[in-house]
């Protein structure tokens, strides 16, 4: 069997084995169309992207004003319908550049496949609600890593709501709600893997990253003397290491922790390295919709033990990601 038949065969049978539960896996490699409650909607107009630059290190501070310290700031929540509200109230529904295939966050519902469940379709949920009533239409449009910008950017989708990192660079292209969970990049690795953690037990090593996500960024700051990998898709790299075609993923500690949890031979390795806040992203033009989508946040964290966030982590993450005391609190820039 070819290598591209074998990866093929691992997509498609890939199953979590956490808490007895399967899960269909399959890893777009393109952009496809997931509907839930309603048709495709063909694609909008939009203005032409510009060129993708390559990713590099973040400045210290950049031309917006944008740091480590502030790159999780957004405007403050407002439930007031500006231009892109209006926009998708007209329109009757919600697009939304989802992931179909990270176990916990946004995956296939292995009782009904045509189904998308997890942490992130939770929040999506809560916005279409928020701004569309009960019952809301909603169009989850299955985006891999390295397409989340340029889906945003040319209004493919009204938002990404896929486990999306908050930084500076990110932050010149679209416009990122206030966090919703914080993580960390962090080693997945074989339980018998000399690899100890994030540091120079890589040496020699294969590492694969999704192009486009916050490990490749952290991986061409410091790669530990690794030969470094890049795939579409989180879920790609695990299939690699199953085939033995790398010896270790970097990825977010809160995927990680999904794909130890569908694969048990594999393990979180030393602990995350850095701080990842995941934010909801959207186009820098709609202003109104950033300010919406934070009052839905604000009601979301509301509750404490009782609110819709920790009902949510309780539901889909604690298991595999225990210890997470509650959501990050907003910070505002405005």
């Known amino acids: 069997m070819s290598m591209r038949a074998r990866m093929a065969d691992l997509r498609s049978t890939l199953a979590p084995v956490a808490a007895g539960m399967g899960v269909m896996a399959a890893a777009a490699a393109v952009l496809v169309p997931v509907l839930s409650n309603a048709p495709a909607v063909p694609p ?37 319908d500006g231009d892109a509200v209006k926009r998708i109230k007209k329109a009757g529904r919600l697009v939304v550049g989802v992931d179909q295939n990270s176990y916990r966050w946004g995956y296939r519902d292995p009782d009904n496949p045509r189904n998308l469940i997890g942490f992130d379709i939770d929040l999506a949920k809560a916005v279409a609600e928020d701004i569309l009533g009960p019952d809301p239409d909603i169009v989850y449009r299955a985006i891999p890593t390295n397409q989340r910008i340029d889906a945003v950017r040319q209004r493919r989708v009204d938002m990404v709501v896929r486990t999306m990192t908050i930084n500076c660079e990110r932050k010149q292209q679209v416009a990122f709600s206030t966090s919703y969970f914080k993580a960390g990049q962090q080693v997945l690795a074989p339980k018998r893997s000399s690899i100890d953690a994030f540091d120079d037990s890589l040496r020699g090593k294969k590492i694969c990253t999704a192009k486009g996500s916050t490990g490749e ?58 701080t990842d806040m995941y934010g909801v992203a959207m186009n820098k033009e709609d202003e109104d919709l950033v300010r919406r989508v934070n009052k839905v946040l604000e009601e979301y964290r509301e509750g404490g033990a009782d609110s819709p966030w920790t009902t949510a982590y309780d539901k889909w993450l604690k298991a595999d990601l225990p210890g997470v005391s509650g959501p990050p609190a907003p910070q505002y820039s405005d």
């Open 44 to 80: 909008r107009p939009h203005d032409p992207a510009p060129p993708r630059a390559a990713v590099a290190a973040p400045a210290a501070t950049d031309s917006t004003g944008c740091t480590a310290e502030n790159a999780a700031e957004s405007l403050r929540p407002s439930g007031a």
């Open 217 to 274: 960024q952290e991986l061409k700051r410091e790669d530990h003397g690794a030969t470094v990998m890049t795939v579409p898709n989180q879920l790609d790299c695990l299939v690699r290491l199953q085939l033995g075609e790398a010896d270790a993923v970097v990825t977010d500690s809160a995927l990680a922790a999904g794909q130890a949890a569908q694969d048990p031979t594999v393990e979180l390795k030393g602990e995350p390295f850095s």
